[in-house]
């Protein structure tokens, strides 16, 4: 018997202008909304609404027994509504089936949890709200960004009453055990962690497409029969992965769709095999053991840790001059300066900011408006000094004091890696 917890990430940004140090002080718009509204079109139409489709189909092709789980982050809801409302639809359609797990997040997609757990905890309720708007689903499983994960993280969520959590069933933090077993943390014996399996999970997700891979091509036969040996060596295997592998990663021509039109009839063919939710999966099985996870873990990159967001004093200096304002932002009650603050914790912006691997075809360069990590580093870095003056502007009796002052933002030789930007 074999358990299969499909679980997709849906997330789009909402992009920065290249912001000039010249529109410092005037408060011009600070996102790019033509880049998000081409962005989201295209990967709607290559991606959410034909797999949304195919998705419905399946489930109605199995009765039932075809089940997946979604995380949407609250900014590609909000550009479901102004861009692509018939997606956001297609969504509302598969939520209608009682097959689909809508999980809760940060709204904002966000690394509030490393630097401000009040933030956090705010935006997680703002998302689970929508969810409940969007969806009629209160969620009881959390996946936090990119699968970022630690002992402190499960305790926490343990407190707020989650069943379950979603994390990378990593090598180092994993040794020996297996990622198809449900675990808990050493530091919150209460909340089941489901583990992606994260090899059958980049077989889909990278290595598709790839021609150079000694499995290609992928046939829904042989990635069955892989699926089907962990009969025995485990509870569930959880393939976890962007949505957008769909079409967008890996284009139609592929044959992407078709293999994941033929899988579910290919696995269901063994009577024993089922697929099944996160909350499913947590209902169903104990864990086999805790898990010690001190440092954070996630699934990006080889490292699986958070060095794609914070590797570099470019990211380091961005993300801790933003919090630095969260306190002063929200004393104005100012609902479109507020706005503007939190969508500026989007992981995005130091994400473009990462310079382990910028060159041609690497992840780094999904959807990233800029030419190099720099720009992204620049752009920002002046968004923030504007915003910065907005908290302070105003009459002398509103005017907002920062209980911390910003450092003065300036772009130096060492934060651009020894490149001079003006």
């Not at 920002?380 to 002398?396: A, C, H, S, Y």
Request: with cysteine.
């Amino acid at each position: 018997m074999v358990n299969i917890c499909f679980y997709f990430q849906v997330h789009q940004p909402e992009r920065l202008r290249n912001y000039s140090v010249f529109e410092i002080g005037k408060a011009n718009g600070y996102f790019d909304e033509k880049k998000n509204d081409e962005v989201m079109k295209k990967v709607a139409k290559k991606c959410y609404l034909p797999m949304n489709a195919l998705l419905l189909k399946l489930i109605d092709r199995h009765k039932g027994k075809f089940k997946v789980a979604f995380s949407i982050s609250g900014t590609a809801l909000d550009q479901f509504e102004k861009f692509a409302p018939e997606v956001l639809e297609s969504f509302k359609a598969l939520a209608r089936t009682g097959c689909v797990e809508f999980l809760a997040e940060t709204y904002y997609h966000s690394l509030s949890f490393l630097y401000n757990k009040v933030e956090f905890d705010r935006q997680v309720e703002q998302h689970s709200a929508k969810i409940k708007e969007l969806f009629d689903q209160t969620p009881t499983v959390f996946r936090n960004t990119e699968l970022i994960f630690s002992n402190e993280l499960a305790m926490h969520m343990q407190d707020k009453g989650y069943k379950a959590i979603l994390a990378e069933g990593a090598d180092h933090i994993l040794g020996w055990k297996s990622p198809n077993f449900l675990y808990t943390s050493v530091t919150a014996p209460n909340i089941k962690l489901l583990l992606k399996n994260y090899k059958l999970s980049d077989d889909v997700a990278f290595r598709f497409s790839n021609k150079g891979w000694n499995e290609h091509p992928l046939t829904v036969d042989k990635y069955s029969k892989w699926i089907n040996n962990v009969n025995g060596d485990g509870n569930v295997v959880n393939l976890f992965m962007d949505y957008e592998t769909f079409g967008e990663h890996q284009w139609e021509d592929t044959g992407i769709f078709e293999f994941m039109d033929h899988l579910p009839d290919e696995l269901l063919k063994h009577p024993d095999n089922a697929f099944m939710t996160p909350s499913e999966v947590a209902d169903a099985f104990q864990p086999v053991g805790a898990l010690d996870v001190h440092n954070f873990v996630s699934w990006a990159d080889l490292e699986r840790d958070v060095s794609a967001w914070l590797g570099n004093n470019m990211q380091q200096t961005a993300i801790g001059e933003l919090y630095k304002l969260r306190d002063a932002v929200y004393a104005t009650e100012d609902n479109k300066l507020i706005r503007d603050w939190e969508l500026l914790t989007t992981s995005d912006h130091y994400y473009y900011m990462c310079t382990k691997w910028f060159a041609d075809g690497d992840v780094h360069k999904y959807f990233n408006p800029y030419d190099t990590p720099y720009e992204g580093y620049i752009a920002f870095m002046n968004v923030l000094n504007d915003l910065t003056l907005r908290i302070k502007g105003g009459p002398e009796e509103t005017r907002i004091q920062l209980t911390e002052e910003p450092s003065k933002i300036l772009v130096s030789a060492d934060q651009l890696g020894g490149k001079k930007r003006w």
